[in-house]
């Protein structure tokens, strides 16, 4: 008896949640039995996780129930965490049970990166969901309330300590310092008594984007209360906060945050997957080279931009593009037919500063800041909505703020 092709997708993040999409658009019902597996029963918008965890939206406002936006009359919803892949017996193993599969898809996205530096995984809070972003909102919001009535009034407790300016870093103080007057004024405490400090260890924040931009947004998020250390790498992170550079400076803090890395999901360790700096360097065509019937897509991906010499960094863009390409060259290897060569069409990037600063660098090299930086960014967060749910969501989830 003809069994249906079993296409697996492994996490319902920008890469999973299109993949299905796409292939619903592209295969029948007849064609193949599409599955969908996710720890939740939500798909989150990982480039609002700041927010979260700055306390500037509401989680709820980031998240999107799966069975709202995706047809399940074509693909399988199983909410479950995937544990490791067999790949010699082609299942997956999950937390309660288990699934065949002829076709993989491995989008499970990033997980923080310590580099092991000591105390730090123990020790610092790390954006990588929705819980993990508000136990960080939840956490500083109690600083400031116990502040006023305890009896020792420590200020290091209020200190905000953010590790790594990278996107994230940058992306997570523009959020602290809209966020930190609100609380003071809630809180009954002077704003001059809470500091927002930046760590980064090279010499300059955002490393490889415009030295133009890169100013912009230092000054904006100066005027505004930021300080940074830079040239100043951490080395420890202990209980009161970070140990920095040679002469082991101690930064006290009552909330430390590590946004100094990430790396592919650890699942793809565990089911023997050959890694390159935790990630797979995929073929051409994003399979796994040792696996001609596993895509590997997103933050699990290594993929080489060969004219620069480097792997481009993990975005939802690309992300999102190579879900394009993985449910074309599914439907190929169905067929037999030849696999289309991946290639990004890099449409630049956009950094918010907050809710009214950003800056941003689009298409060939034009450079945005200030309010039209913020109006791209809004764009840009309401489109990856319209993808996921159409208009409805954009409706229900959008971001329309006002100048
Ligand atoms: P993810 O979006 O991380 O999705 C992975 C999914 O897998 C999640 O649903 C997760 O719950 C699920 N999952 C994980 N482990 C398991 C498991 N074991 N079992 C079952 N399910 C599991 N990129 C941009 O292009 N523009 C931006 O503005 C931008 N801003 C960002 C802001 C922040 C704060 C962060 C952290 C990242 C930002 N990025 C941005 C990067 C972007 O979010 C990632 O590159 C993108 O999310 C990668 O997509 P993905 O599908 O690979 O993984
Ligand atoms: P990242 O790797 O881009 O930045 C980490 C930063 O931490 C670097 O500047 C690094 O020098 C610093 N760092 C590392 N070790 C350190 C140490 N010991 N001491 C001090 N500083 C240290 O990581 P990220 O910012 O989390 O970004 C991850 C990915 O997500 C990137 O590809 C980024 O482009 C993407 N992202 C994009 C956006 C956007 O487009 N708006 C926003 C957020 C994230």
Known sequence: M??????????????????????TEKL???????????????????????????????????????????NTNRVNLVYDTVEKVDKDNKKVLLENGELDYDILVFSLGFES??????????????ISDIDSSRAISQHIEY?????????????????????????????LLGELVEKVPQLC????????????????ASPSLLAGFDPELVEYAKESLETRGVEFYLNAKITECTTNGFVVG?????????????????????????????????KVSVTEDLRDPNSDHIFVLGDCAWVMNKEAGRPYPPTAQIAIQQADYAAENIKALLYGEPLSEFVFDNKGTVASLG????VGSIFDDKKLYGKAATIM????????LFMIGGTKLILKKGKFRLF
Do not use: C
């Open 2 to 23: 003809y069994s249906k092709p079993k296409i697996v997708i492994l996490g319902a993040g920008y890469a999973g949640i299109m993949t299905a999409k796409r292939l």
């Open 28 to 70: 029948s019902i007849p064609e193949a039995e599409i599955t969908l597996v996710n720890k939740h029963n939500y798909h989150y918008e990982t480039t609002w996780l700041h927010e979260v965890a700055a306390g500037t939206i509401n989680p709820n406002q980031a998240r999107v129930l799966l069975r709202d936006v995706v």
């Open 113 to 126: 990166n310590t580099f092991g530096i000591k105390g730090m995984e123990e020790n610092a809070f790390a």
């Open 143 to 171: 600083q400031f309330a116990k502040f006023n009535t305890s009896e020792e009034q420590d200020e290091s407790s209020l200190a905000i300590l953010v590790g790594g300016g990278g996107f994230t870093g940058i992306e």
């Open 185 to 200: 004024k809630k809180y009954d405490i002077d704003r001059s008594k809470v500091r927002i400090i930046n760590v980064e």
């Open 246 to 278: 040679d002469d082991n400076e101690e930064i006290k803090a009552g909330t430390v945050i590590w946004t100094g890395g990430v790396t592919g999901n650890s699942v793809l360790g565990k089911s023997g997957f050959e890694l390159n700096r935790g």
């Open 355 to 358: 809710n009214k600063d950003a």
């Open 377 to 384: 960014k809004q764009v840009i967060d309401n489109r990856s």
